[in-house]
């Protein structure tokens, strides 16, 4: 079992940035890739970015990519996703996520309980 615990969600401007961040807790971290997923009110839950165990191998969604930028610290068993640019339609629900192999096409395992990012026009 893994714990996944965001932080680091809130309201900022357009063209703003925000980093969250996803604490894990459980069995190996490293043994995971971690990824984030979005969820919009009246929409679908979708895929924003994934990381392999290491970090060397990354996945974005087309609409954040150039932005957005996912890392992770297997120290501190965190996972990060720096958001640059951000615009008004970035506005959702921000989900951690951990599998085996996350690479948008696949579904997580297990999920955090999702921060907040409001973006204002």
């Known amino acids: 079992q893994v714990q996944l615990v965001e932080s680091g969600g809130g309201l900022v401007q357009a063209g703003g940035s925000l980093r969250l961040s996803c604490a894990a807790s459980?069995?190996?971290?490293?043994?995971?890739?971690m990824g984030w997923f979005r969820q919009a009110p009246g929409k679908e839950r979708e895929f924003v970015a994934a990381?392999?165990?290491?970090?060397?191998?990354?996945y974005y969604a087309d609409s954040v990519k150039g932005r957005f930028t996912i890392s992770r610290d297997n120290v501190k068993n965190t996972v990060y996703l720096q958001m640059n640019s951000l615009k008004p339609e970035d506005t959702a629900v921000y989900y951690c996520?951990?599998?085996?192999?996350?690479?948008?096409?696949?579904?997580?395992?297990?999920w955090g309980q999702g921060t907040q990012v409001t973006v204002s026009s």
């Open positions: 459980g069995r190996t971290f490293i043994s995971y890739a």
């Open positions: 996520a951990a599998a085996g192999v996350l690479t948008g096409a696949t579904m997580p395992d297990y």
């Open positions: 990381s392999n165990w290491s970090g060397g191998i990354t």
